[in-house]
């Protein structure tokens, strides 16, 4: 059986940025927030649309975002070292260091105020 897509009420934002504003702004301060996506910066274009077709292909959608869109994401956060980066450079194996990712996925930790 083909699976049905969920009815949303009229009036009801469900866009990834409405749905993580309310998931932030329900948590306690001092809980954290973490936040790994498809950075559109510097993205080689044949990569971001092989990570749109997987995602087609799982059910799912991925969706470049700028620096500056995934920083809306922290609003009311303070981000912990070392910030927005790319996902290699959070806890890099100490013996090789971080190396290049194939496809440019920025990931942070904010701590709600």
């Not at 994401?73 to 927005?84: D, Q, R, W």
């Amino acid at each position: 059986m083909p699976a049905r897509e969920p009815h949303v009420p009229d009036g009801i934002d469900v866009t990834v940025p409405s749905v993580v504003a309310g998931f932030r702004d329900r948590l306690t301060p001092g809980s954290y927030l973490v936040i790994s996506a498809i950075g559109s910066e510097g993205v080689d274009e044949a990569a971001a649309e092989a990570a749109t077709e997987v995602g087609r292909a799982a059910r799912t959608s991925a969706v470049a975002r700028s620096r500056e869109q995934l920083m809306e994401f922290f609003a009311g956060c303070e981000l912990e070292a070392p910030g927005l980066v790319d996902v290699v450079q959070w806890r890099p194996d100490p013996d090789t260091g971080p190396t290049p990712a194939k496809v440019h996925m920025l990931g942070g930790v904010g701590r709600k105020r």
